[in-house]
């Protein structure tokens, strides 16, 4: 299994950036999906998830600025950033997950900064 994100770069603050993550060696369409970020000198934290059904959930430092969404055809789950911030600023992280089985991508950087 493996999933690679993409979209990541450096962003204005109040600017937008769209992150992709793309599924494949696993059934997507059954999986959890999320979005994790991870600034530095922090801990790994949760952006946003979407269910199988399409149910979302979002940190509250996100909530009305990012959305998250899911394309089972084309096996990718998004994130749309909007109205960025410096505090936004990390690593993220796409994470697959199952019952007990969870799988993770190798992250890509956003940086927001002027």
């Known amino acids: 299994a493996q999933l690679v994100e993409s979209g990541g770069g450096l962003v204005q603050p109040g600017g937008s950036r769209r992150l992709s993550c793309a599924g494949s060696?696993?059934?997507?369409?059954?999986?959890?999906m999320s979005w994790y970020r991870q600034a530095p000198g922090k801990e790994r934290e949760l952006v946003a998830y979407?269910?199988?059904?399409?149910?979302?959930h979002y940190a509250d430092s996100v909530k009305g600025r990012f959305t998250i969404s899911r394309d089972n055809g084309k096996s990718t789950v998004y994130l749309q950033m909007n109205s960025v911030k410096s505090e936004d600023t990390a690593v993220y992280f796409c994470?697959?997950?199952?019952?007990?089985?969870?799988?993770w991508g190798q992250g890509t950087q956003v940086t927001v900064s002027s």
């Open positions: 994470n697959a997950r199952r019952l007990s089985t969870t799988y």
């Open positions: 060696g696993f059934t997507f369409s059954n999986h959890v």
């Open positions: 979407i269910s199988v059904g399409s149910s979302t």
